[in-house]
């Protein structure tokens, strides 16, 4: 069956742009969650959707980012104003309930030039 | 000071040696421990999970954890090629089911 799926695979944005990161998860998942991982870092925790809702989102940076579920499913991460710093690779990951095994989708690799 | 250590490496060792991968971390309220393995440019797979001391095995790997001393190690017997990744500790409190705390991971090349 498919897996999660990240768009796109990369990004290149300029400072001061906005970007959004889709993440696709696994059907019938109701629990999304989305890491950033820098280079050479292990991925660290953003936010936690539990269906529509954000249950978790303490570990976003600033009020630059920002993430919605709208219908429980499809999640964007948005980033505004972006800086050098954000260059990461922002990983999705999906559980089918909450404290279940996440699994995680291949990243999105931005870089803010 | 980080809430988990782990030495990234690289460590390399010729096929079919056994190999150790370790991690500590400062937070006893840890409940929940576990190994992910990265290969590049993919995102971490779970490849074992356990929450009590002691040892846990599941074909060649082998998981420990050592609460006293805030200590897991993972082994893996008869290392293979593909078993060239990074390996990611990872740990969850008990009380807060979302957030999973990672290392920083080691990366692990398998010479034929």
């Known amino acids: 069956g498919a897996g999660v799926s990240q768009t796109p695979s990369n990004k290149v944005t300029e400072k001061g742009k906005y970007v959004e990161l889709r993440c696709d998860p696994i059907s019938g998942h109701t629990a999304l969650y989305w890491y950033r991982q820098s280079l050479g870092q292990g991925p660290e925790f953003l936010i936690y959707f539990q269906g529509t809702g954000a249950a978790d989102d303490s570990g976003l940076p600033n009020d630059r980012f920002f993430a919605v579920r709208p219908e429980g499913s499809v999640s964007t991460l948005k980033i505004q104003r972006t800086e050098r710093g954000d260059s990461a690779v922002y990983l999705c990951?999906?559980?089918?309930?909450?404290?279940?095994?996440?699994?995680f989708g291949p990243g999105t690799r931005l870089l803010v030039l | 000071q980080k809430e988990v250590e782990q030495d990234p490496g690289p460590l390399s060792v010729p096929e079919g040696a056994i190999v150790s991968l370790n991690c500590t971390y400062s937070n006893s309220a840890f409940q929940y421990f576990m190994w992910y393995r990265q290969y590049s440019r993919k995102g971490p797979e779970l490849l074992m999970y356990t929450y009590s001391s002691g040892n846990k095995e599941d074909g060649r790997f082998t998981a420990q954890v050592d609460k006293s001393s805030k200590y897991i190690s993972l082994f893996i017997r008869d290392s293979q090629p593909s078993d060239s990744a990074t390996y990611l500790c990872a740990m969850r409190l008990y009380s807060s089911a979302s957030k999973i705390i990672f290392g920083s991971g080691t990366r692990l090349s398998i010479r034929p």
């Open positions: 990951a999906s559980s089918l309930r909450q404290q279940e095994t996440q699994y």
